[in-house]
Nanobody, 129 residues
Framework: EVRLVEYGGGSVQAGGSLTLSCVAS????????TGWLRQTPGGECELVAR??????YFDESVKGRFTISQDNAKNTVLLYMTRLKPEDTAKYYC????????????????????????WGQGTQVTVST
């Protein structure tokens, strides 16, 4: 069975750190692009970070605080989040290989599974003050 499963969500105080894991089953990340989307309480679905053979991308709001890495041996993509802010509170989704576009304005994350080859169910991150 092909699966993407996220781990590591939870509650953390502002300024703290949290690491999210995306584990693939039935396929390998090598040679493909994998990203993290997040659904904020305000309703916007944002592309937080992306990693592929050609490099990485980070949204301006998380540059310097988040980093992304890929461990092909463990078939895992990690999102390291530090200096967390309340604005980072969101449901985070792991997605692989955009079929249309990585970003589609106005469409919530939970309606975007059709835009990717594989997708996870999401994990909630809550940052308190």
């Amino acid at each position: 069975e092909v699966r993407l499963v996220e781990y590591g969500g939870g509650s953390v105080q502002a300024g703290g750190s949290l690491t999210l894991s995306c584990v693939a089953s039935g396929f390998t990340f090598g040679g493909s692009e994998t990203g993290w989307l997040r659904q904020t309480p305000g309703g916007e679905c944002e592309l937080v970070a992306r990693i592929g053979y050609d490099g990485t991308y980070f949204d301006e709001s998380v540059k310097g605080r988040f980093t992304i890495s890929q461990d092909n041996a463990k078939n895992t993509v990690l999102l390291y989040m530090t200096r967390l802010k309340p604005e980072d509170t969101a449901k985070y989704y792991c997605v692989n290989e955009a079929q249309t576009s990585w970003v589609i304005p106005g469409l919530p994350c939970d309606k975007r599974s059709r835009d990717f080859r594989y997708w996870g169910q999401g994990t909630q991150v809550t940052v308190s003050t």
